[in-house]
């Protein structure tokens, strides 16, 4: 039974985890249950977020017009960035905060509902904008009560963003990723309508369904939340608070459905229901990942998306070089996996068949080969960038990455294992190029 043996008590660790998960409503058509979902909850006045690409598409005019129909006065915000900036939250916030909104909703990816979440935030408890950002870039500090209410309407099968209290941006100033964490960001319901998935182009199918599966893998390699120091007060155990069996049943479901459709929804725009189950994987590993957090990789990202000068993939915004979220990850996945392995074989070595590795005859050992092996497999079948190369990078470019990346110690002590600065670097100079 490795499961229980891998949250055996360990001397200072945590002897208790949280499940903290919003409601969740998911369905076909479920974005025209939006406007009574917001009269439930009392709302009068809705800011609807989104951005100027989907605010000309049907599912922003389906949450309308039903809020709409409740009743409610409804206000559109346009104005959000792929891949926010702290500039950009601002102006959000600054909107929210004229607006005098008793509730908000947003439709859209990760970018658009992160925008939200930080304009529900500022407009509900003002502050210096570095209050609430994670330490060391910020000073880390909670909020000192619930938001308003917020509705989220993921657009993309991707961020799972709908089920957590994490925030992501640009911090200008740095050139680096960061982000706010807390309880209160998580939205109060989500509708998860797989509708929208039919409509995504190949790249963005792709890119998502890459995050979706580094949220998996990683909550589920994380370290044991049994070995994490525990809280002084159980009210302060952190939302990235490391593997455990709660998440481990959505990881485990996620990492199965990646591994039968992930091909087929990217390769082929009429596999619907491969799409669709994509949004369900994308929904499980968003709860998994909410109450036990990523690691390694996502630390790395910051610094790959956030230094990126001349990749523009398909898909996306062409004004200015971008990588993707999803693509920024999984392009340091392989590389990282292979370091982690040993840390937990048999879990690396489940997952890795989960994502339809052939493992007969393969040992724990093995472990290491067969999951970055098969990473490599879907990322050169979904047409993936090969490595840190492939977005740009090559070996002069390892110092600032790895700057870049270490002061992300919440991610980065989310590992299985300890990650010195020299031990970054050789992830990253390994994340080059794969094939
Ligand atoms: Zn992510």
């Known amino acids: 039974m490795s499961c229980c043996h891998y949250y055996a008590s360990a001397e200072g660790g945590d002897t208790a985890f949280s499940v ?30 989104t951005d100027k690409v989907l605010a000309k598409l049907p599912h922003v005019e389906t949450v309308r017009q039903s809020l709409i129909a409740s009743g409610l006065d409804v206000v559109v915000y346009d104005e959000t960035r792929v891949e926010p ?31 939200c979440k930080a304009a529900n ?17 910020g000073d880390g500090q909670q909020p000192p009560s619930a938001l308003k209410p917020h509705i989220a309407c993921p657009t993309t099968s991707g961020t799972g963003s709908e089920c957590t209290g994490i925030a992501v941006f ?70 990235s608070q490391g593997a455990n069996p709660w998440s481990d049943i959505g990881c485990r479901e996620s990492l199965s459905i990646l591994g039968q459709y992930i091909d087929r929804a990217v390769n082929d725009g009429a596999d619907t229901e491969a799409r669709e189950k994509l949004m369900w994987a994308s929904t499980l590993a968003g709860i998994a990942f909410g ?58 070595l489940e997952a890795a068949g989960w994502l339809g590795a052939d493992l007969l005859g393969a040992s724990e ?15 050169k079948s979904t047409e993936m960038p090969n ?7 090559c070996d002069d470019d390892i110092e600032a990455l790895t700057a870049g990346a270490f ?21 990253f100079v390994d994340a080059i190029t794969y094939w």
Do not use: W
């Open 365 to 379: 050992d093995d472990a290491a080969e067969v999951l970055s092996s098969r990473l490599i497999h879907l990322m």
């Open 387 to 393: 490595g840190i190369g492939g977005v740009g990078y």
């Open 85 to 115: 900036t702290d500039t950009s939250f601002k102006t959000a916030s600054r909107f929210a905060s004229e607006g005098r909104f008793d509730g908000f909703i947003s439709v859209g990816g990760g970018s658009v509902i992160d925008t």
């Open 407 to 427: 002061p992300q110690q919440r991610l980065l002590q989310n590992a299985p294992c300890e990650t010195s600065e020299s031990d970054l670097k050789n992830l």
């Open 170 to 239: 640009d911090l200008l100033a740095m050139k680096a990723k960061t982000g706010i964490v807390s309880k209160y960001l998580r939205p109060t319901r989500a509708l998860v309508d797989p509708l929208c998935t039919h409509s995504m182009p190949k790249n963005v199918v792709a890119a998502s369904a890459f995050d979706v599966l580094s949220h998996a893998l990683k909550s589920y390699t994380a370290r044991p939340y049994s070995i994490r120091p525990g809280p002084d007060r159980p009210s302060e155990r952190p939302m």
């Open 291 to 348: 109450n036990a957090g990523v690691h390694l990789p996502h630390g790395m990202a910051y610094s790959v998306a956030g230094l990126v000068t001349n990749y523009q993939p398909d898909g996306y915004p062409d004004e200015e070089a971008i990588c993707p979220h999803g693509i920024s990850v999984i392009v340091n996945a392989p590389s990282v996996f292979r370091f982690t392995a040993s840390a937990s074989p048999h879990r690396h």
């Open 20 to 49: 903290d998960t919003n409601a969740i409503t998911f369905g076909k058509g479920c974005l025209a249950e939006a406007g009574d979902v917001a009269a439930a909850l009392g709302i009068r006045r809705i800011a609807l977020f």
């Open 121 to 137: 935030l500022y407009s509900s408890h003002p502050a210096d904008f570095l209050t609430y950002v994670n330490a060391p870039i």
